[in-house]
């Protein structure tokens, strides 16, 4: 599809994480010369995540790929509907359909081991533990690494995967999938599932639920070949 203005790729974070945790990708899209932006969601809610990033939209001209990792999939399901967006790109991430929340899509498959290391803190929302985040979440990244991402993570409301989305914006675009294979955040079945629901273009990449940190590369380049195909 041509365009007059090259497609800038908009990046959405995760639960229990922030925009930061794209800067390798970013570095890599940055250096292939590709628009780029990353969402700093609140994640205090669908809603609130989805305003952001509707907010990141409204301040980018011409045509944006879409990304979300993990949770950040549900956001850009519900976000994905404005006419700017002519693709989606999931990393190791959810895509609830109508009327689905992403604790319905988790509850379709047997829980990975990563659910049993999320507790409520003292205020009553969840955080994932250090030890979750060493051997469920970024097993396959430096130990100081994932300890810094357990140190910087904010909370998550518990009723926020409870939260449905109404018009799934992947029903209407074309979509694109990363299976991280030795995912024990989100279910690797689930991930492959969607892959099929979705008719999505796909890869899978030995990875934790990480891959936009323990394989960047592989991560810029899958995106950059969404950007290629829309521009």
Request: hydrophobic content about 45%; overall charge negative; aromatic content about 6%.
């Amino acid at each position: 599809m041509s365009q007059n203005k090259p497609a800038t790729v908009v990046l959405v974070h995760g639960a229990w994480a922030d925009a930061s945790s794209w800067r390798e990708v970013i570095k890599r899209l940055q250096q292939a010369a590709i628009p780029v932006v990353a969402v700093q969601n609140p994640t205090s809610s669908l809603a609130d995540d989805v305003e952001a990033t509707r907010r990141t939209l409204a301040n980018v001209e011409g045509p944006v790929v879409l990304v979300g990792h993990s949770w950040g999939g549900t956001v850009i399901t519900e976000a994905g509907l404005d006419p700017k967006v002519k693709a989606l790109v999931y990393v190791a991430a959810f895509a609830p359909d109508a009327g689905q929340s992403t604790g319905d899509q988790v509850g379709l498959f047997a829980p990975p081991p990563g659910l049993s290391t999320v507790a409520p803190d003292a205020n009553g929302a969840l955080r994932m533990s250090e030890e979750g985040w060493l051997t469920n979440v970024a097993q396959d990244l430096p130990p100081e690494e994932a300890r810094v991402l357990a140190a910087v993570q904010p909370p998550l409301p518990m009723v926020t995967f409870g939260e449905k989305v109404s018009t799934p914006a992947w029903q209407s675009r074309p979509n694109w999938y990363i299976v991280a294979t030795e995912d024990r955040a989100v279910s690797v079945e689930l991930q492959r599932s969607l892959v099929t629901k979705l008719k999505a273009q796909s890869i899978e990449l030995k990875s934790s639920h990480m891959p936009l940190l323990s394989h960047p590369a592989a991560v810029a380049d899958f995106i950059a070949q969404a950007v290629a195909a829309v521009n």
